[in-house]
């Protein structure tokens, strides 16, 4: 009989973490453009996704983002970024001005969404499900350019903090890893 038990509950445990990571395909998001989507589109990709701000001091890590997404593209990465005014106001601009500085200044070419919040009570359910209790890396993001590695079948592998170059040794072994996982 405990045999069985532990059966159970193994498997209800087993389903229930496959929900949670299949869940952040579900999530309806919207494109810097406007335009709804899910990270649906994206099933099958090493995901790097960051809460980015355009007046920030770590504004710079852009470059460092848009290199491992030029990188690591034809392998499967796509880097999402997430515009964010949470923290000191550091996102004011609108969803067109955000484009402008990015593409202008930045020249980035990976995929950017419509601004959201990542903390507090409107925070959007992508960043609930990242940092929420039945996260592996649960907890409050800390600041503008937080950053999750998700696999190709979208479980959290890894979580870096907002000081932690997207080219550091660090992230780029992280990806390379989830690449050929």
């Known amino acids: 009989m405990k045999f069985w038990i532990a059966v159970l509950l193994s498997t209800l445990v087993m ?17 810097l453009e406007g335009k709804s989507t899910s990270l649906k589109e994206y099933a099958g990709d090493v995901l790097l996704v960051v ?13 460092g983002l848009q290199s491992v997404f030029s990188k690591y593209q034809n392998q499967g990465l796509k880097v999402l970024g997430f515009p964010c005014n949470d923290f000191g106001a550091q996102e004011p601009g609108s969803n067109s001005e955000i484009k402008v500085f990015c593409t202008t200044n930045y020249k980035v070419s990976f995929p950017m969404f419509d601004k959201l919040h990542v903390k507090g009570e409107a925070q959007h359910p992508l960043y609930s499900a990242l940092t929420g209790k039945n996260s592996p890396f649960p907890g409050d993001i800390e600041w503008n350019f937080g950053k999750f590695l998700i696999d190709r079948n979208g479980k959290i592998l890894k979580r870096f903090s907002p000081r932690t170059e997207p080219g550091s040794e660090e992230v780029t072994k992280a990806i390379e890893a989830a690449l050929k996982g």
């Not at 929900?19 to 952040?24: F, M």
């Not at 809460?51 to 470059?63: D, F, H, K, M, R």
């Open 51 to 63: 809460n980015v701000a355009s007046q920030c001091g770590l504004t710079p890590q852009y470059e």
């Open 15 to 31: 389903s229930a973490q496959a929900d949670d990571q299949s869940s952040l395909y579900d999530i309806p998001l919207k494109t």
